[in-house]
């Protein structure tokens, strides 16, 4: 397993160091604010249900940049392993210079997706590894006329993020205790519609939170965004480039039987 998803960071790292040294691209520079909900349902020692919202801003908090829903059933293999397979929807408005959709239009987006976590700890520093599988339907516009998309072609976009987070006071993340975590992410675009983008988008966070106790804990701190768009403008890539916050709260509810007795 390590020497699989030491193979997965070194492919990814590859792809984005690629696209990252062409000179031929343009560049769009945006001040985002992410303000996030995170909940997740217990049914049992083994089954639980994610729920998620993404208030995304842009240039803060003034404008939108994207507002996603995210919903799934996980399954609790063990300690240090959970699957998760889901339903996101997502709404995307025209923001920068140059906004993602060619005609300046806000679009929906389906998603199915599948997720694997493994969950590590070494010393006082509790690793994850996240792999994600998205089958998606991207809506498009054949025409500026149009109000409503009229078209949703198929992409595929696998994601990998580690995390790593360390507690501020004691050995480990208990309750009332401040813990600081870093992670990054990278999107790789493939299959029959993918365009420009094989590389897709990166996301570093570095984070300080708070765990009051197994029920709620917040953070939020510092995020970079690199979003590569699906098509050329004027023969160039054209690279985003988003600095600024996210802010979450995550919330775990048990409703088993056993949290009843």
């Given at each position: 397993?390590?020497?699989?998803?030491?193979?997965?960071?070194?492919?990814?790292?590859?792809?984005?160091?690629?696209?990252?040294?062409?000179?031929?691209r343009i560049s769009d520079h945006n001040q985002i604010g992410w303000y996030a909900y995170n909940g997740t349902f217990k049914l049992d020692d083994k089954f639980s249900v994610h729920t998620e919202y993404?208030?995304?801003?842009?240039?803060?908090?003034?404008?939108?940049?994207?507002?996603?829903?995210?919903f799934g059933l996980n399954f609790q293999l063990n300690q240090n392993v959970q699957f998760r397979f889901g339903y996101a929807w997502a709404e995307t408005f025209p923001y920068g210079e140059i906004p993602l959709n060619g005609m300046g239009k806000d679009f929906t987006e389906h998603r199915i997706f599948?997720?694997?976590?493994?969950?590590?700890?070494?010393?006082?520093?509790?690793?994850s590894h996240r792999f994600m599988l998205e089958q998606r339907w991207v809506g498009r516009y054949s025409n500026a006329n149009l109000d409503k998309e009229d078209e949703f072609p198929f992409l595929n976009r696998a994601r990998y993020m580690v995390r790593a987070q360390v507690p501020l006071k004691g050995n480990s993340i208990g309750d009332k205790t401040p813990y600081a975590a870093i992670y990054d992410e990278v999107f790789i675009g493939f299959g029959k519609n993918v365009?420009?983008?094989l590389f897709d988008q990166n996301r570093l966070g570095i984070l300080l939170?708070?765990?009051?106790?197994?029920?709620?804990?917040?953070e939020g701190g510092y995020l970079n965004q690199i979003v590569q768009l699906g098509r050329e403008v004027e023969g160039k890539?054209?690279?985003?480039?988003?600095?600024?916050f996210i802010l979450s709260g995550i919330f775990n509810f048990d409703l088993s039987k056993k949290n009843k007795e």
């Open positions: 397993m390590k020497r699989f998803s030491k193979c997965i960071l070194f492919l990814f790292i590859l792809l984005f160091s690629f696209n990252l040294k062409s000179q031929n993404q208030w995304r801003r842009n240039d803060y908090i003034d404008t939108w940049q994207q507002g996603l829903l995210r599948e997720m694997a976590t493994i969950s590590q700890k070494i010393g006082i520093v509790d690793f365009g420009e983008n939170g708070y765990k009051f106790n197994e029920k709620v804990r917040i890539n054209v690279f985003q480039y988003n600095n600024g």
